[in-house]
């Protein structure tokens, strides 16, 4: 349903304080759990760092926000405990919607609404990261890993979505003007996106080839890799997964389904604090 401009902005009005409420009812199963609670002032400074980073990236914020969801989510990490607890989920906030604005961008490109990361997924893969031993808790390590995984991924997922659309239709029988439109519709020039995709696989061809020339077999005598630190880590597992089929990146349906009713139970318990 399309709300007049006037009606919308009246329900961001109110907004503020609706999030800042839900934010403060998680303090039962943080307090209860874990030891840790927000103060109203602490939880009104994630709200407002949540809101200035809907508006930095040019999101449009519907319902309470991720904040109370994702405090949920991250809290059996064991990274979250401390003084620092209000900062920590203000900057995983932000990092949230940084990393949803980078994928919106890609989604606005590519005319694909079946092909979207849930904002379910998206703090499963986040938490991934930052539970990882390369993140070991540190958002910015955690953000620098999902865009070099995550939105990359989607690219790829996208293009080729896109380009096995366009030859989807290529075969239509024997009429020889269909065949001709076909094979003309063939030889369209590839969007930005695919672009993007093909070059970016490209440079790693290209990097893995030039390190393979440089150093033969004993690249690793004279260069040390980072990632041999983290070997075996689902971050990288999940990079080299993805690679090899950017499909993986969409969680099952089944997946999401247990995500919506872990999401229900966590609101049914934090609206009783509200």
């Known amino acids: 349903m399309d709300f007049p401009l006037l009606f919308t902005e009246q329900l961001a009005a109110l907004a503020p304080a609706r999030q800042k409420a839900q934010v403060l009812a998680t303090n039962r199963a943080a307090m209860g759990s874990y030891g840790i609670q927000l103060t109203p002032d602490e939880a009104a400074m994630i709200v407002a760092a949540g809101r200035e980073a809907v508006r930095a990236e040019g999101l449009v914020l519907f319902g309470g926000g991720i904040t109370p969801r994702l405090i949920r989510w991250f809290l059996p990490s064991g990274y979250l405990a401390g003084n620092r607890y209000a900062q920590n989920i203000a900057a995983l906030t932000e990092a949230f919607y940084r990393l949803r604005g980078a994928l ?20 499963d893969y986040m938490y991934r990261f930052y539970t990882s031993p390369q993140c070991a808790g540190d958002v910015d390590e955690m953000v620098s890993l999902a865009e070099r995984i995550l939105i990359p991924a989607m690219r790829r997922l996208l293009a080729k979505r896109a380009e096995e659309r366009s030859a989807g239709g290529s075969h239509y029988g024997t009429d ?53 630190r983290f070997r075996g880590s689902d971050a990288e597992e999940l990079e080299r997964m993805l690679l090899r089929n950017p499909e993986l990146l969409l969680p099952s349906e089944s997946q999401e389904a247990e995500w919506a009713d872990m999401v229900e139970k966590w609101e049914e318990e934090d609206a009783q604090d509200e």
């Open 104 to 123: 919106q961008e890609l989604y606005d490109k590519s005319d694909d609404p079946d092909c979207v990361l849930s904002d379910n997924a998206l703090l």
């Open 176 to 228: 020889s003007e269909l065949l001709y439109a076909d094979s003309f519709a063939e030889m369209r020039e590839p969007t930005d996106l695919e672009r993007e995709a093909w070059a970016e696989d490209f440079d790693q061809r290209y990097r893995a080839a030039m390190r393979r020339d440089v150093f033969g077999q004993y690249e690793a005598d004279y260069v040390e890799d980072p990632a041999d």
